[in-house]
């Protein structure tokens, strides 16, 4: 067996493979300088909501009803870039707040169970005291329930017309309980102005 000698530079690195070290940290910094590039550019995700601000939805994929509404109070926040044209989440504080649109819905209270399914699998909590609702000042009829957790309590209503356009409000709050105004939907509702099919 033969002796092999392996002489470094001062960086550390076999003498004539230098570039070969170096296409190696590109490849690794490229990517990450992107990246940051791209985050930094994009800005702030989050969206301030001016008190008083109109805000519209409208059905999607199928067009046909359409949500105009304003959210009550100052201090509300909504994910920017992640806005959908049928649905918004917002935020105040710990409150979160969801709105949508529906349209050609042949049963609100089906519809409501359809909604509140997925939130309480997906989060561990459980839906109780469904009831009829409605909102005498917009006329906005249909049905509203509970949503209850460990330490979390909402509701999830639904208005609208069985057969036409609907629209769904989820509140969600922390620490709070199913009777506690935070998660009371007629402020929200007071606003809605629907309309399509």
């Given at each position: 067996?033969?002796?092999?000698?392996?002489?470094?530079?001062?960086?550390?690195?076999?003498?004539?493979?230098?570039?070969?070290?170096?296409?190696?940290?590109?490849?690794?910094?490229?990517?990450?300088?992107?990246?940051?590039?791209?985050?930094?550019?994009?800005?702030?995700?989050?969206?301030?909501?001016?008190?008083?601000?109109?805000?519209?939805?409208?059905?999607?994929?199928?067009?046909?009803?359409?949500?105009?509404?304003?959210?009550?109070?100052?201090?509300?926040?909504?994910?920017?870039?992640?806005?959908?044209?049928?649905?918004?989440?917002?935020r105040h504080g710990a409150l979160t707040a969801t709105v949508e649109v529906d349209t050609h819905v042949e049963s609100l209270e089906n519809l409501l169970v359809r909604r509140a399914d997925p939130i309480t699998a997906e989060r561990g909590y459980a839906?109780?005291?469904e009831r009829p609702y409605e909102h005498p000042a917009t006329g906005l009829s249909g049905f509203r329930a509970d949503i209850v957790g460990l330490d979390t309590a909402g509701s999830i209503t639904v208005v609208g017309e069985n057969g036409g356009a609907a629209a769904i409000l989820i509140l969600i709050a922390p620490g709070d309980d199913p009777s506690s105004a935070s998660v009371d939907p007629d402020p929200f509702i007071g606003s809605f102005k629907l309309e399509g099919e």
């Amino acid at each position: 067996m033969g002796d092999a000698t392996i002489r470094l530079n001062r960086f550390g690195v076999e003498q004539g493979r230098m570039w070969q070290a170096v296409v190696a940290a590109l490849a690794i910094a490229l990517p990450l300088a992107f990246w940051i590039g791209i985050e930094r550019a994009l800005g702030d995700s989050v969206q301030d909501i001016d008190k008083g601000e109109t805000l519209y939805l409208q059905s999607y994929p199928v067009t046909g009803a359409s949500l105009e509404f304003t959210l009550p109070g100052e201090g509300w926040t909504s994910p920017g870039i992640h806005m959908a044209d049928q649905r918004q989440n917002f935020r105040h504080g710990a409150l979160t707040a969801t709105v949508e649109v529906d349209t050609h819905v042949e049963s609100l209270e089906n519809l409501l169970v359809r909604r509140a399914d997925p939130i309480t699998a997906e989060r561990g909590y459980a839906y109780n005291n469904e009831r009829p609702y409605e909102h005498p000042a917009t006329g906005l009829s249909g049905f509203r329930a509970d949503i209850v957790g460990l330490d979390t309590a909402g509701s999830i209503t639904v208005v609208g017309e069985n057969g036409g356009a609907a629209a769904i409000l989820i509140l969600i709050a922390p620490g709070d309980d199913p009777s506690s105004a935070s998660v009371d939907p007629d402020p929200f509702i007071g606003s809605f102005k629907l309309e399509g099919e």
